[in-house]
């Protein structure tokens, strides 16, 4: 019996069609009014010492010349521009 289970353990590949399927099934976030209200628990002041000077928490692009959290969060910014193709005078 063992050795049938190892043998299956190496040999069955997972759904991922039926996995896919699944996550269409729940919804993408759950508790949100709670993830708000604790969000919201944080004073600015905190954010303020932790972020940079933009305030951005999402992400940041540490490319070969940033060398610090202010250029690292313009590179995002300017890569993300880039990539979809947004051009001078436009508003976003």
């Not at 353990?9 to 997972?14: D, M, Q």
């Not at 009014?33 to 540490?62: D, M, T, V």
Request: charge should be neutral; aromatic fraction near 12%.
């Amino acid at each position: 019996m063992l050795k049938r289970r190892l043998k299956n353990l190496y040999t069955e590949k997972p759904s991922y069609i039926d996995y896919i399927k699944s996550t269409k099934q729940v919804p993408i976030a759950t508790d949100t009014a709670l993830a708000n209200e604790q969000h919201y628990e944080i004073p600015p002041s905190f954010f303020e010492i932790i972020l940079g000077p933009r305030l951005k928490y999402s992400s940041c692009y540490w490319s070969k010349g940033a060398t610090d959290l202010a250029m690292a969060e313009d590179e995002i910014l300017r890569l993300t521009c880039e990539r979809a193709q947004i051009q001078d005078q436009w508003f976003v």
